[in-house]
């Protein structure tokens, strides 16, 4: 055959009609470069109209095409698929990034391989590309790849086939203080993050058939060589069509120093719960069950924890009066706290214990309970009521007494003076402060009138406001409430630094 004979063209109908319907994009190219055919996958990937959209030859599809790699590196001409086809290399599974230079905002991720017909004598007949779009996939992997870098829990990716890490975020890193060239490209029995788990076999089977594994608490071997407490647990996905597990972590040394931190509190706690001298009782908020009371609670009430504990409050024999026992159930509801509240307790052996309870809202194990304190005023009650019944008879007739045996009386209880509190005694006006010092003096309502220059009825009026004021119902009550304050006679008054009240 003569060399200046043209050769014939190859009849590629046949071929076309097989290949126009399928899925994957097809580029048929000449051995001289020339660009013979594309279905219609294979124009839309490229965004163009007709096969001339797409240029002449390999020469025009460069100028009309850029192509990078995942790296956003830019392809140089020979590496161009186009180009290597006509260079006859065969190659599959070619991962590039093409866009039209007239047109940026068109992005398609190719996935491309060759294929190279040849006739009967070996020579190339058709050059083939066949392309399938991953742009779906690669956009999906980029979202994942920035949402686990910048996602703040720690991970891991390790490769099922290998069991190598092949992907850490900074989460991990900064829990563990390894480097991301420590981490990438170690097998997990380098760096195994299963250690100690309390089914160590069963999570590393689960790994190995690549199927989910639970929560688990594991540890950690840090580059010092300490350890660090983990809860772990691993998830199957598949990272760039390869099989991998990812590994999540949540890092348990915050939560255990708290835990130590709460059970040594709660140690404290119930050491000097247990420990204290005063009675003491810790009770739910909801119904005031008691659930624990401590050593002097039954001693001094002869009632044992189990007569106590777990049963509802108003069932309790502790109660002398129950009325009492819901007003201060009332109050410490609407205020969450009581102080110095006036209750009476029964004893198991039938006795009644005048007490003074405080009793403060407080959450322990996330539960609403309640603290009690109970002090016992049995005896300062019994001394306070005999010591006005002493004052009220000598006061029938004090000419019996002198102002200095009156004095006496009224301080058995409390001998010290104590400094006056001036919070208490301004409330009083300056005439009720002279009343009550002429009192204190062992002087009647009429000795106080000719003293004062006033009516006793008017005497009798201060006398009457002064125990409104001091809570008191007698004069011998209202003695001892001065006496304990300090009130020696008529010439007391309020320091000179507050300001008094005008007479009323």
């Not at 004095?407 to 919070?423: D, F, G, H, S």
């Amino acid at each position: 055959m003569d060399d200046s004979t043209p050769v014939p063209k190859t009849d590629r109908r046949h071929l076309q009609q097989i290949i126009a319907g399928l899925s994957e994009g097809v580029l048929l190219l000449e051995p001289d470069g020339s660009i013979v055919w594309a279905n219609e996958t294979a124009l839309e990937m490229h965004g163009a109209a007709e096969l001339a959209d797409l240029g002449a030859d390999v020469a025009a599809y460069r100028k009309r095409y850029a192509l990078r790699y995942r790296n956003r590196h830019p392809l140089r001409p020979r590496q161009y698929p186009m180009a290597r086809v006509l260079a006859q290399e065969e190659f599959s599974d070619v991962v590039v990034e093409v866009e039209p230079r007239n047109d940026p905002e068109f992005h398609r991720v190719h996935q491309v391989r060759s294929l190279i017909l040849r006739n009967a004598g070996g020579e190339p007949e058709s050059l083939v590309l066949v392309m399938k779009d991953a742009t779906q996939r690669f956009d999906a992997e980029e979202r994942f790849e920035l949402t686990f870098s910048a996602n703040p829990a720690p991970a891991l990716i390790c490769r099922l086939a290998d069991l190598r890490y092949v992907k850490v975020n900074q989460g991990f890193l900064e829990m563990t203080g390894y480097t991301r060239d420590d981490v990438l490209g170690r097998s997990t029995y380098e760096l195994d993050v299963l250690e100690n788990t309390a089914d160590r076999d069963q999570a590393i089977a689960s790994l190995n058939a690549g199927t989910t594994i639970g929560q688990t608490e594991a540890t950690i071997r840090l580059p010092g060589g300490a350890n660090k407490f983990v809860v772990v647990a691993g998830q199957p996905i598949d990272v760039g069509e390869e099989a991998c597990m990812l590994f999540t972590f949540i890092d348990l040394e915050p939560r255990k120093k708290v835990e130590d931190s709460l059970r040594q509190t709660e140690e404290r706690f119930s050491k000097a719960f247990r420990l204290a001298p005063v009675p003491m009782a810790l009770g739910s908020l909801d119904g005031f069950e008691f659930m624990e009371v401590n050593d002097a609670f039954t001693q001094t009430t002869g009632y044992a924890a189990q007569d106590l504990v777990g049963r509802p409050s108003e069932e309790l024999p502790i109660w002398a009066n129950p009325q009492a026992h819901r007003r201060m159930q009332a109050l410490l509801e609407q205020t969450g706290s009581i102080r110095s509240h006036e209750i009476q307790l029964n004893t198991k052996d039938g006795a009644m214990l005048d007490c003074l309870a405080s009793a403060e809202a407080v959450n322990i194990h996330d539960r609403p309970c309640v603290l009690s304190v109970f002090q016992d005023i049995t005896e300062r009650k019994r001394s306070e009521g005999e010591l006005i019944s002493a004052i009220e008879a000598v006061m029938q007739d004090t000419s019996w007494f002198s102002r200095s045996i009156i004095e006496k009386l009224a301080q058995i209880r409390r001998p010290p003076a104590k400094p006056v509190n001036t919070a208490e005694l301004e409330e009083l006006t300056a005439r009720e402060r002279e009343v009550l010092g002429l009192m204190c003096e062992g002087m009647d309502d009429q000795e106080i009138a000719d003293f004062l220059h006033l009516s006793r009825n008017t005497v009798r009026n201060h006398v009457s406001m002064l125990y409104t004021k001091l809570d008191v119902h007698r004069r011998g009550a209202a003695i001892v409430w001065a006496r304990e304050r300090g009130i020696t006679g008529h010439g007391w008054d309020l320091p000179p630094t507050r300001t008094k009240k005008r007479d009323a």
